[in-house]
């Protein structure tokens, strides 16, 4: 995959934040917020055409990105002069079966997207978040982070692999610029049913039924948040859900 704009327009004298998966969801909300609060936006998805129109609304830079692809990280992180802010937004859930009929396929392109795709995008913008001098990655984990649920573990796996990858940073980041932050939302209501159970509408819809959902908007603001505390305050973990779902799966439903 190639990058599109070539030359990116990233000479600015704003901070640049990167933000993967801004296709949709969380991650074209979170450019939003970033946008509004000053930074230089690069956005990075495989869906060119929507970053294209998100970075004309928000002035910044559409870059066609691929987390499980190592060429495709290392043509968008090569031509970046410089980076304030990761968010590591990229990921997703497919399928939802028992171990016992676990497709290995699905477990994965979760494993891929979440796990290696976050590894891949922080070990390539770790130096440059460095050099920044105040460097702040954030990485969106899930509540699947920390509970488990039937018919789940491909994605509460790759959701505690990613969550412990994130975490040990922390340690091993100590005495550099660069703060940490997990953000682990309960459900939001985006395309991530959607792609979990493959295009299914009625499927998608039944996740959110007789509940108020978050909404993107609403983990944007989290992240508007982390990103303008002063530099020596590191929100180390932060679980957004909504009013109607308590931990473990339960959710209170309108009949
Ligand atoms: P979404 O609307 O489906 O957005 C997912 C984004 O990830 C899309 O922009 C997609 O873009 C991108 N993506 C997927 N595979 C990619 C790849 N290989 N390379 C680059 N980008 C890729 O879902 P969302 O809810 O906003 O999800 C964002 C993050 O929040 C995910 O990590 C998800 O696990 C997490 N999360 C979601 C919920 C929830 O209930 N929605 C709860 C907890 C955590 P392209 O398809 O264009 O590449």
Do not use: C
Not at 32 to 37: I, P
Not at 101 to 121: F, I, S
Not at 177 to 206: N, Y
Not at 235 to 254: E, K
């Amino acid at each position: 995959m190639t990058s599109v704009p070539t030359t990116p327009s990233t000479q600015t004298d704003r901070p640049t934040a990167v933000v993967t998966g801004a296709s949709s969801g969380i991650g074209a909300a979170t450019a939003r917020t970033l946008a509004a609060d000053g930074y230089h936006v690069v956005v990075g998805a495989r869906r060119v055409d929507r970053l294209e129109a998100l970075a004309e609304e928000i002035d910044g830079t559409a870059l066609a990105l691929d987390v499980t692809d190592e060429d495709s990280v290392a043509a968008f992180t090569s031509v970046l002069p410089r980076v304030d802010v990761l968010v590591n937004n990229a990921g997703g859930a497919k399928g939802l079966a028992p171990i016992l009929d676990a497709d290995l396929d699905d477990w994965q392109w979760m494993w891929e997207t979440n796990v290696v795709g976050t590894l891949r995008m922080t070990k390539a913008l770790l130096p440059k978040l460095i050099e920044s001098g105040n460097g702040l990655v954030v990485t969106i984990t899930s509540i699947a982070a920390f509970e488990t649920y039937d018919n789940g573990a491909g994605y509460t796996t790759a959701k505690h692999a990613q969550g412990v990858l994130h975490r040990t940073l922390r340690g091993e980041l100590l005495g550099t610029p660069v703060r940490l932050t997990e953000i682990a939302p309960g459900a939001v209501e985006t395309e991530f049913s959607l792609v979990r159970f493959d295009g299914d509408e009625e499927k998608a819809a039944k996740v959110y039924e007789g509940i108020d959902p978050l909404v993107a908007a609403d983990i944007a603001e989290v992240i508007g948040f982390v990103a303008s505390r002063p530099s020596h305050v590191n929100l180390d973990t932060i679980v957004v859900r909504p009013r109607d779902q308590a931990p473990n799966g339960r959710f209170s439903r309108r009949s």
